[in-house]
C-alpha cells in the first residue's frame, strides 16, 4: 500500500503478458537446448559422427546467444516490469526469497560462464572436458528453473506458508514438485522442436532423416511427460481455486481448453513428418511445429496466471496488491486514508487502486463498454458487488462512499444516452441488451450462477415484482434502475425465453 501507482494506459495484463512470455520462451529453451545438446553430443562423439558433431556446433551458437543475451535482457525486464505494476506483490517476493534468489543469480553467472566456454570449446577443449563444461551447463540452468520454480508456484499455492511464515513451507508448496516435472518436460519438448525447425532445412538426405528421427523422439518424449504431469499438476491447485476459475468459465478455461487442441496438433505434425515421412520435414511443417509448441506454452501460462485471480499470491494478497488480512480494515475506515501517494483527485486515486490495476476505461478489459448507458447508482452497486461478477474479481475493499465516489468517476466518462440510442435497438433485442448489461454480469443463462429457474418460470407481474425488489435480494445485487423502455424491454425479453422453453 505504501507504493506509488504506476498510471500507463496500456493494460497491465498485456505488459506482463508480452515480457514474460518472451522470457520463459528463452529460460526453457536454454535448458532444454543444454540437456540436447551434451546428451546428443555424448552420443555422437561415442559413434565419431562428424556430421552431427557439426550441427550441434552450430546449433550451440544460438543456445548461448539466447540464454546469454536474450535470456538475461528478459529476466532483468520481468523485474523491471512486476516492480513497476504491483511493487507490494514484488516485496513479498523478495522478502520471503532472499537466499532463494542470490542462489539463483549464482547459478545463472555459473551458467554464462559455462555456455560461453561450451560454445568457444569445440575445438580448444578436450572432448571429456567439453562434456563436462556442457554439464554445468545444463545442471545449472536447470537448478535456475528448480528455485524460480518455488518462487513462482508459491504464488499461486502458497500452502502452509500461509500461517507459517517459513520458507520452506513456501517454497516447497503443493504445485512445488508436479510443476517441477511439467517445466522439465517442456523444455525437453521445446529443444526437440526448435532442433526439428534447424533439421527442418538440412537437404533430404540419410543424414537429415536420421537427425529428424532422433529430434522428433525429443520432441515427443518432452510430451509425453508433459501430458501427464499437467494433469498432476491441475489436481495439485489448490482446489477452491481452481473450481472458481471453471465456474466463471472465462479466461483459464478458454487458455486451456487450447492448449490441449495445441498439444495434439504438435503430437500429430511430430508422429508423421518426425517419424514416418522424416526427409518431408521441411521449413514450413518446421514453423508449424514451432508456433504449435510455443501457442501451446503461452496458454499454459495464461492459465497458471488467470487462474489465481483474484490473487497475486493465493489468499494472501489480491490483484491489485492489497493484503487480504487488511481488506476488512480498508472497508470500514476507508481505503482513502491508508493510500501513501496521492494526487488531489480522491475518486481518481481510488479507482487507480480498487479497479485500476486490471481494468482500463476504453482499451484492456473496459470498463466504459460494461458501463455505457447505465447510471450512477448502477455503478455504485457493481462496485459493492464485485465478488459476484463471472471473472473472479476481488471484493471491493473500500467503504460505501469511496464505492460512490469511483461510481461518479466512471459515470463522468461513459456514454449517457439510453441504451437504445446508444446500440440503436427496441423489443426483445432492447431487452437482451438490457439483460446483457445489468443482470449478465452476474447470472448467465444455462452458466454462471443460472437464474433461468427463477425468471424463467413466472409471470410477467413476478418479473416485475422482482425487479422492484433487486437491490433487496443480496448485498450485491443492485438495484433495478433501467428506465420504464428498458424495465419493459426486459421483462418482454425474459417472458421471450419463457414462451420458448414451454413450447
Ligand atoms: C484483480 C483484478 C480485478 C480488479 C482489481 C477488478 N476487476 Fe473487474 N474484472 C476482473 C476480471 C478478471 C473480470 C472478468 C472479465 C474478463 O475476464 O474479461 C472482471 C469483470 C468486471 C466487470 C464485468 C465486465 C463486463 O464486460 O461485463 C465489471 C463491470 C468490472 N469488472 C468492474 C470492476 C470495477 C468497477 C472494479 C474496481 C472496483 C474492478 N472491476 C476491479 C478483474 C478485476
Ligand atoms: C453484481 C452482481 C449481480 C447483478 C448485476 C445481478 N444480480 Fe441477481 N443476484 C446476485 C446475487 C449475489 C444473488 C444472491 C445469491 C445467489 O443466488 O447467487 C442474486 C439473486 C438473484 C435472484 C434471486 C435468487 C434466486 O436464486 O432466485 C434473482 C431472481 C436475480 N438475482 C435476478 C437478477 C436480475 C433479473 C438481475 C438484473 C436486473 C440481476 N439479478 C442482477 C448478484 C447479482
Known amino acids: 500500500m505504501s507504493y506509488p501507482f504506476w498510471d500507463i494506459e496500456i493494460g497491465y495484463g498485456i505488459i506482463m503478458a508480452f515480457i514474460a512470455v518472451i522470457h520463459v520462451f528463452i529460460a526453457h529453451f536454454a535448458i532444454g537446448g543444454g540437456l540436447y545438446l551434451v546428451v546428443a553430443e555424448t552420443i555422437a562423439r561415442k559413434k565419431n559422427y562428424l556430421l552431427k558433431l557439426q550441427f550441434l556446433e552450430k546449433l550451440s551458437k544460438f543456445f548461448v546467444l539466447v540464454s546469454v543475451v536474450f535470456g538475461a535482457l528478459t529476466g532483468v525486464g520481468i523485474w523491471f516490469i512486476i516492480g513497476l505494476l504491483n511493487p507490494a506483490a514484488t516485496e513479498i517476493l523478495i522478502h520471503n526469497f532472499v537466499w532463494a534468489w542470490a542462489a539463483e543469480w549464482a547459478f545463472f553467472t555459473i551458467e554464462i560462464c559455462a555456455a560461453l566456454l561450451y560454445f568457444y570449446g569445440w575445438k580448444k577443449l578436450s572432448p571429456k572436458n567439453h562434456l563436462i563444461i556442457g554439464w554445468i551447463y545444463f545442471i545449472s540452468a536447470w537448478m535456475s528453473l528448480f528455485i524460480i520454480n518455488g518462487i513462482i508456484t508459491f504464488m499461486l499455492s502458497p500452502g502452509d506458508w500461509i500461517t507459517t511464515g517459513n520458507f520452506w513451507d513456501g517454497f516447497f508448496n503443493p504445485t512445488f514438485w508436479s510443476s517441477l516435472w511439467l517445466r522439465t518436460g517442456i523444455c525437453i519438448m521445446l529443444a526437440g522442436v526448435y532442433a526439428l525447425f534447424v533439421a527442418s532445412r538440412l537437404k533430404a538426405d540419410e543424414f537429415k532423416k536420421r537427425l529428424i528421427r532422433f529430434n522428433s523422439l525429443w520432441a515427443i518424449v518432452g ?31 478458454v487458455a486451456m481448453n487450447a492448449s490441449y487442441i495445441n498439444a495434439m496438433l504438435l503430437g500429430v505434425v511430430i508422429i508423421v513428418f518426425g517419424f514416418l515421412i522424416p526427409k518431408r520435414y521441411n521449413i514450413v511443417v518446421g514453423t508449424l511445429a514451432m508456433i504449435f509448441a510455443l501457442s501451446w506454452f503461452g496458454e499454459y501460462e495464461w492459465m497458471r496466471e488467470s487462474v489465481r485471480k483474484p490473487y497475486v499470491i493465493t489468499n494472501y494478497m489480491y490483484a491489485n496488491g492489497i493484503d487480504v488480512a487488511k481488506a476488512e480494515t480498508y472497508q470500514e475506515e476507508g481505503l482513502h486514508e491508508y493510500i501513501q501517494f496521492k494526487t488531489s483527485d480522491k475518486p481518481a486515486d481510488l479507482f487507480r487502486r480498487a479497479c485500476r490495476s486490471c481494468h482500463t476505461m476504453d482499451g484492456y478489459k473496459p470498463l466504459k463498454q460494461a458501463f455505457d448507458g447505465t447510471d450512477e447508482a448502477f455503478i455504485a452497486g457493481i462496485i459493492m458487488g464485485t465478488q459476484a461478477i463471472r471473472g473472479n474479481m476481488p471484493p471491493f475493499v473500500g467503504a460505501e462512499d469511496e464505492a460512490q465516489m469511483i461510481a461518479s468517476h466512471i459515470y463522468t466518462q461513459i456514454d449517457k444516452r439510453h441504451l437504445s440510442e446508444i446500440y440503436n435497438l427496441e423489443g426483445t433485442a432492447l431487452g437482451k441488451k438490457v439483460y446483457d448489461v445489468r443482470c449478465g454480469k452476474c447470472h448467465v443463462f444455462n452458466g454462471f450462477n443460472d437464474k433461468s429457474e427463477s425468471l424463467l418460470e413466472i409471470t410477467e407481474e413476478d418479473i416485475g415484482d422482482i425487479l422492484d425488489m433487486a437491490g433487496e435480494f443480496a448485498e450485491e445485487m443492485p438495484e433495478f434502475t433501467g428506465d420504464a423502455q428498458e424495465r419493459k424491454a426486459l421483462i418482454d425479453y425474459i417472458m421471450s425465453l419463457n414462451k420458448k422453453e414451454t413450447e
Open 223 to 253: 510430451l509425453a511427460i508433459m501430458m501427464p504431469t499437467l494433469v498432476w499438476y491441475i489436481s495439485t491447485i489448490p482446489k477452491e481455486i481452481y473450481d472458481a476459475a471453471l465456474e466463471s468459465k472465462l479466461t483459464p478455461v
